[in-house]
């Protein structure tokens, strides 16, 4: 699949003058409670490619990340006393289409909205560390990892905002929801039982910065030979 994507990149990118291409980069985060500061994060770099005002693919490379809150269990007594402590996180890395569609883009230097449906693949790991404290005051650790693919859907819509009279620059404000499930790798964890959340169908909001390498054309002067 990666060698699939980086194919079609080289061939759009050698096209027609009529095709315009634009790298992009930006990020992103994900509302979701389970969550430290009840969210995770994600950076992305991708490709635009113009083939028509109202449609514009992308080819992304994007990376979530994220950690899950603590849990904890005591027994209770005189004094309260820790017995178990889970510290667990998650990482995504993630190879994306999106045959996106501008709606009433004039190539005037005006926004426009665009639909980012998206399919996506996604190699996640999730890492954990189950720690037992012992009545004599020691602890064990067990370290646990668990690796996943994921074939998902998920559909953004933005507002993008030119910053160049060309709109070879712009930047996109964007609300995402993701079908990208990083609980279920977190679940198959070994101690996960009776830890467990689902992260599947999550909102979240981007910004993307498009720019565009186009040089400005400048005449060509001609020096005149002086007379003999």
């Known amino acids: 699949m990666k060698n699939l994507i980086l194919f079609v990149l080289l061939f759009f990118s050698g096209g027609t003058k009529a095709q315009i291409v634009r790298p992009f980069i930006g990020g992103s985060a994900y509302l979701q409670w389970d ?25 992304e490379c994007s990376y979530f990340f994220g950690s899950i809150e603590d849990a904890s269990k005591y027994k209770f007594g005189t004094p309260i006393i820790q017995t178990e402590l889970y510290i667990r996180s998650v990482a995504a890395l993630n190879f994306s289409f999106c045959p996106k569609i501008a709606i009433v883009n004039k190539n005037d230097g005006a926004s426009y909205l665009v639909i980012l449906p998206r399919y996506t693949i996604s190699n996640i790991e999730a890492k954990g560390n189950f720690v037992e404290f012992n009545e004599n005051g020691t602890s064990t650790n067990n370290l646990e990892f668990e690796k996943s693919t994921q074939h998902t859907f ?3 819509v933005g507002l993008d905002i030119p910053l160049s009279g060309d709109n070879s620059n712009s930047i996109c404000l964007i609300l ?7 609980g279920k790798a977190i679940n198959n964890l070994e101690h996960s039982s009776g830890y467990e959340f689902n992260s599947n169908g999550v909102l979240g909001v981007g910004l993307n910065y498009y720019f565009s390498f186009k040089k400005s054309s400048k005449p060509i002067k001609y020096k005149i030979p002086e007379p003999l």
């Open 35 to 59: 969550f430290e500061k009840s969210s995770y994060a994600g950076v992305n770099v991708g490709t635009e490619f113009k083939i028509k005002p109202y449609f514009m693919p992308e080819f």
């Open 154 to 156: 998920g559909l953004g």
């Open 176 to 182: 995402y929801y993701s079908g990208v499930n990083l």
